[in-house]
């Protein structure tokens, strides 16, 4: 990299870091994957930047070109220096691996923001020196570890497998020394595979797969390599369970919800209550605390349990107060169970879809299309790209706008479920969700037509055409504008536009 010009510094994503290095013919990048899980810097000799979702960082490098590479002594991490005074950390410390610019000795920009303390370190006094001579390997018991800090699991194994245990104090301080040997001279670079997991080595150790003379070629593939199959198992698992945790959570909810609004439905109010007092005031003694009166919404005599310092008008008029205060609860307790189906049937749909996806680029792909569903619940609820109603066990899903009918049409419709729109005009899509073995009934047909018609420039007609035929049959051609789609073999059915959900007053 010495002498290489920085041309290029961007992101493409939140974990990831390319560098773009050029001089005369020679062209080369770095690309530093600094996830919580892994963390891998990787060399390719051409790098394709994406035209969309990719962000210029560290601007003030642009044009710097590369003087040294320095790496610490018995740390994980390197700088470059630059010109300009320009000095380029790479801080590789597990799962808080980062990169840090600095300017003479002025911090100015770190990568990761999360990781703010790091624009506190200083690049030039990161060296580690460690007695590493045989007085401090005997003091240490030949404990290599605590002589060799950034030893991993690869060198002990490696150890272990030439019969380390039972050498002598000697014959253990001989055999690190040959392993350095090889870790500072390797004469190959492995891919292995150990404990399940693809791994790269400087010692032949585990099960080799791939034997490599170059280290940068080795980089490279190591990274390609453990992002398909490594990385995409670990991704994939982590996601699926965010999922499932909130597909709990939704649920959990939604069944508290419930119980609720059934409570206050069923149980008698407090608007019920009132009228018994109101009717029965003569029939109530002065300063009573409890009296049994006639409840003529039940056809029973109950007891009625009352305040002796306040007139059971009082008492009625404060519970016809606390009835109104009920009513509006029950109108915040249902629209929040609409939320949370809304949110049910999202979750539902992004888990059938990851269900589907078999390869990283999926996966990645997968993540572009799903953003929302890694942010916060308000974040979730505004990208929720339909409208929901339910009768008789079956979900109706109507398009909000041209964008969220894509949204409901690609994302959250599957080839069983019934496709719906207003004909031959604009308006909403509209999806019946499918359950297996179970017919949709004419009389939920009708009603999601109805709600085509009304979500559509045909809402003012006496009657409306709405086609309908499964969504495998629904398809959007590449280029078209949002909401535009290609229906075949599509039936047609002759409604009245009106929203049959719709409260009558």
Not at 107 to 116: D, G, Q
Not at 255 to 264: K, P, S, V, Y
Not at 388 to 404: N, Y
Not at 422 to 428: H, L, R
Request: with cysteine; net charge positive; glycine share 4%.
């Amino acid at each position: 990299m010495a002498g290489l010009e920085v041309i290029s510094c961007f992101s493409q994503n939140k974990d990831e870091l390319v560098i773009g290095l050029a001089a005369a013919e020679k062209e080369l990048y770095i690309r530093a994957i600094l996830t919580s899980q892994f963390s891998s810097l990787s060399f390719p000799a051409d790098f394709k930047r994406a035209r969309a979702n990719s962000v210029s960082l560290f601007k003030e490098i642009q044009g710097a070109v590369v003087q040294e590479v320095v790496q610490h002594l018995n740390e994980r991490s390197f700088y470059l220096r630059l010109s300009n005074d320009f000095t380029l950390l790479f801080k590789l410390f597990g799962n808080r691996s980062n990169v840090v610019l600095f300017q003479g000795e002025e911090p100015l920009k770190v990568f990761h923001k999360k990781f703010s303390p790091d624009l506190e370190l200083d690049p030039l006094k990161m060296d580690r020196p460690i007695r590493q001579n045989f007085e401090a390997f005997a003091a240490a018991a030949g404990n290599v570890r605590q002589v060799y800090p950034t030893f991993g699991d690869i060198p002990a194994l490696y150890l272990e497998n030439k019969g380390y245990a039972n050498a002598s104090l000697e014959g253990k301080w001989e055999l690190v020394q040959d392993m350095l040997d090889e870790l500072e001279n390797p004469t190959a670079y492995y891919l292995v595979k150990l404990a399940g997991k693809t791994r790269l080595s400087l010692l032949e150790v585990g099960e080799v797969r791939q034997v490599y003379q170059d280290p940068i070629e080795v980089l490279n593939a190591y990274t390609r390599l453990y992002l398909t199959e490594t990385g995409f198992e670990q991704q994939y698992a982590q996601l699926q369970q965010q999922l499932l945790k909130k597909q709990h959570m939704t649920q959990a909810v939604l069944e508290q919800t419930e119980a609720r609004l059934l409570d206050m439905r069923h149980n008698r109010s407090y608007s019920q209550t009132a009228d018994i007092l109101m009717a029965n005031l003569t029939n109530i003694p002065p300063r009573a605390t409890e009296v049994e009166l006639y409840d003529f919404y039940t056809d029973q005599t109950r007891t009625f349990k009352l305040k002796s310092n306040e007139s059971p008008q009082k008492q009625a008029e404060r519970l016809y107060r606390k009835a109104k205060n009920q009513h509006v609860e029950v109108r915040q307790l249902e629209e929040k169970m609409e939320r949370k189906l809304e949110e049910a049937i999202v979750l539902e749909d992004a888990l059938q879809a990851l269900a589907e996806v078999k390869t990283y680029k999926e996966l990645k792909q997968y993540l572009k299309t799903y953003p929302h569903l890694t942010g916060s619940k308000q974040q979730a609820q505004q990208e929720i790209p339909f409208r929901l109603f339910e009768t008789e066990g079956f979900k109706i899903l109507v398009g909000k706008s041209s964008q969220s009918n894509d949204q409901l049409t690609q994302r959250h419709t599957y080839k069983e479920d019934i496709w719906l729109h207003a004909k031959d005009v604009s308006g909403s899509h509209v999806v019946i969700k499918h359950q297996a073995g179970k017919t949709i009934p004419a009389t939920v047909l009708e009603k999601a037509a109805q709600l085509a018609a009304y979500y559509s420039k045909r809402k003012s007609d006496s009657l409306c055409p709405v086609i309908y035929t499964p969504k495998k049959w629904v398809r959007k051609p590449k280029g078209a504008p949002a909401g535009a789609v290609v229906v075949e073999r599509e039936k047609v059915l002759l409604v009245k536009p009106e929203n049959p959900f719709e409260r009558k007053v």
